[in-house]
């Protein structure tokens, strides 16, 4: 039980990095025959539904240029940074850009969609690769799926062939067959993880949102 749960922990370590790794090439735009997930096919942030300030079109552009945004951006963009933590970096940035903790600098709102944009650039090309990351962790299972049924055949063929089962080709099959099922089973469980995360993505740059947007009203 142990081994079980020690193959299981790595498999999901090995896809959570795998998904976060995997190159930027966009995820297909309608979605999958065999998508996974509870969760509505949609690789792309809703700007919209998340962002209720100024229009950001420019400081997409711009939020880069700015050393000080640019590590705070890639702080708050660790994705196991708590809400309570993240906060209080923002908080943090913000109070940058005041007199004494107390008077807002002129160039404070500037600064906050700045960081936002940068937020937003991290969290929509994470979403991007997380979506094509599940994509492939589909056709790994089909995959997966397929040599499953092939090794079947193998050994009904061999049974029907009466091949002892001491045989070293059923041997092999036999087990090419148990360690495929397993995979492909605790691969099955850890499903749901994976679709988890994008929205774990999308939440943590909702809250972010809502504490940058206290500093422009």
């Given amino acids: 039980m142990k081994y ?6 790595c498999l999901f370590l090995k896809i959570c990095i795998f998904i976060s790794l995997t190159a930027k090439a966009n ?14 096919y949609n690789p792309k942030l809703n700007l ?9 079109d420019q400081s997409l552009k711009d939020w880069w240029k700015n050393d000080d945004v640019i590590e705070y951006v890639n702080i708050l963009a660790e994705p196991t ?3 309570e933590d993240g906060t209080a970096i923002i908080e943090e940035f913000a109070k940058k850009y005041t007199y004494f903790g107390i008077i807002k600098k002129s160039e404070q709102k500037e600064k906050m ?20 990351g599940i994509i492939k962790f589909v056709e790994r299972q089909e ?19 009466k091949l002892d089962k ?13 360690w495929n099922t397993r995979v492909f089973d605790q691969r099955t469980r850890l499903t749901e993880y994976v679709c988890e995360e994008p929205v774990f993505n999308t939440q943590r740059l909702g809250y972010q949102a809502r504490k940058i947007l206290t500093y422009l009203k």
């Fill in 4 to 9: 079980l749960k020690f193959i299981c922990v």
């Fill in 27 to 40: 995820p297909p735009e309608t979605s999958p025959k065999k998508w996974p997930c509870d969760q509505v």
């Fill in 48 to 56: 919209s539904a998340i962002w209720q300030g100024p229009s950001i």
């Fill in 81 to 83: 940074l708590q809400e």
């Fill in 113 to 132: 969609v700045f960081l936002f944009s940068g937020l937003y650039q991290k969290a929509k090309d994470r979403r991007s690769r997380q979506y094509k």
């Fill in 143 to 161: 995959s997966l799926r397929k040599a499953i049924g092939e090794s079947s055949k193998l050994l009904r063929k061999y049974r029907k062939e």
């Fill in 166 to 178: 001491k045989d070293q080709k059923f041997i092999d099959a036999n087990a090419q067959l148990e």
